[in-house]
């Protein structure tokens, strides 16, 4: 027993060092090197698996996989991303746990989420009722051949031209230098072919970056052969060439792969490197909830001790928590919530919060209506388990009561101070005649 056990364990080991499929599966293994060429610039309708060697879903879904991939093969393409690995694969499709599958049709640059079966009889089946829906589009007009190819041919190549910022001798001190932001510089020439391949990764990682960041970080690009001044001010000897800018330092080359996954990635890394953190919120009224919650993929919020029960001391502590947590998951660009206890009742009782004691915390996904509650403590290490689990799909959720947010009162902002107990009304009791004798007995 004990050496099947080894052995097992073994091949579980090797498994998740090599991946979960080879050279001799039907399953096209995906990654940033080949992810354009092979999906983005195909006409073919795509179903691609994001996964992570030691998710056990994962392993479990590998054998239907390779079923789904060998019954399609020639109708529909079916590959496989170790977003573990490639993290900025699975960033840029907004993969947040595992195994996700998502289906790139018509639009690649959009794929839609499989929300099916994960039986490979499932899966054939919704791949082949995508077909259909595809091939009449294609029929009726509505589409034709990749999004991808069609936008490349008039320089978009899935973004807009217009998020590139085109920088000029005239306005590059005014829009970079004294910003106070980050930038990405490309330099660039037209007739180099380098830049020609690059220019749609460009485009489309700028769209991308200015969604995802705020429009915190931007993406520039200059025309060396133009504005030779800045090309020689920045000692720019090649096409193309990418410089980092940042506020008061000096600029420094951009070192990363020249697909969209990797620019994004590093913009994304950039952005949270020089963010500052979220701002932690007082629910003092819906407009606050609503927004932050819709603003945002997962609003974090925390429901603390009354004010008799901590002081402003107590209070505090609990706030700096928070914000520290804000601070180390600030490039997850969350929305941070609190209020106090007895505050929001019904907010409370459609997250299933009380049962815990307080503090309490939970986090809440608004466009599921799905919510996670903090079972550890209410401490750096406990909430950092919280969170961590959540970022990789780890952890128990439910729904949000009712299927809605609820009522939330409008509350007065806590000023800072400790709380007072409410001051009971003064009686007078000036004609009131007491006898001294009331309540005595005579012997």
């Avoid at 990405?184 to 037209?190: D, G, I, K, M």
């Avoid at 980092?244 to 000096?250: N, T």
């Avoid at 609190?338 to 409370?348: D, F, H, P, V, Y």
């Avoid at 000036?430 to 009331?438: G, K, N, P, T």
């Amino acid at each position: 027993m004990r050496g099947l056990l080894l052995g097992v364990l073994g091949c579980s080991l090797v498994l998740m060092a090599q991946g979960f499929y080879s050279a001799n599966d039907d399953v096209v293994e995906l990654n940033p090197s080949n992810f354009n060429r092979e999906v983005l610039q195909s006409d073919s309708l795509w179903l691609i698996e994001f996964y992570a060697p030691w998710c056990g879903h994962c392993q479990s879904l590998t054998a239907d996989w390779k079923k789904t991939a060998t019954a399609l093969k020639g109708i529909v393409k079916v590959g496989a991303v170790d977003a573990d690995q490639h993290k900025s694969l699975g960033g840029q499709y907004g993969v947040r746990g595992f195994p996700s599958i998502k289906i790139f049709g018509a639009n690649k640059n959009k794929p839609d989420d499989y929300q099916g079966g994960r039986s490979s009889q499932a899966i054939v089946d919704g791949a082949l009722n995508t077909l259909r829906t595809l091939v009449k589009d294609r029929m009726s007009g509505r589409s034709g051949g990749s999004d991808y190819s069609r936008q490349s041919g008039g320089g978009g190549g899935g973004g807009s031209k217009k998020n590139v910022v085109d920088l000029t001798d005239d306005n590059f001190d005014r829009l970079v230098l004294d910003s106070g932001e980050v930038w990405l510089v490309e330099f660039f020439a037209p007739w180099c072919g380098h830049c020609k391949s690059l220019e749609p990764e460009w485009a489309a990682a700028a769209s991308a970056v200015k969604e995802q960041t705020k429009d915190k970080v931007h993406l520039g690009a200059v025309d060396a052969t133009v504005q030779q001044g800045l090309a020689s001010r920045y000692g720019v000897r090649g096409f193309p060439t990418i410089k980092i800018f940042k506020k008061g330092e000096e600029p420094e080359d951009y070192q990363g792969g020249r697909t969209r996954g990797d620019i994004i990635a590093r913009a994304l890394d950039l952005f949270s490197d020089n963010a500052a953190p979220p701002e932690l919120l007082e629910i003092l009224n819906a407009d606050v909830l609503k927004k932050t919650c819709d603003d945002y993929q997962l609003c974090v919020i925390a429901v603390l001790p009354h004010i008799l029960d901590t002081g402003a001391a107590g209070r505090n502590s609990y706030l700096e928590v928070m914000m520290k947590m804000a601070e180390k998951y600030k490039k997850k660009m969350w929305g941070w919530l609190w209020t106090e206890a007895g505050a929001q009742m019904e907010l409370e009782a459609s997250l299933g919060i009380g049962g815990f004691g307080y503090p309490a915390m939970t986090a809440i996904n608004a466009r599921k209506m799905k919510f996670a509650l903090l079972k550890g403590s209410f401490s750096e290490t406990g909430i950092h388990e919280f969170l961590r689990d959540l970022s990789v799909g780890r952890g128990s959720t439910a729904t949000v009561g009712g299927g809605a947010l609820p009522k939330i009162n409008s509350v007065d902002a806590w000023d800072g101070k400790d709380g007072e107990l409410p001051v009971e009304d003064d009686y007078d009791l000036s004609d009131v005649d007491l006898d001294d004798d009331i309540g005595k007995e005579e012997l």
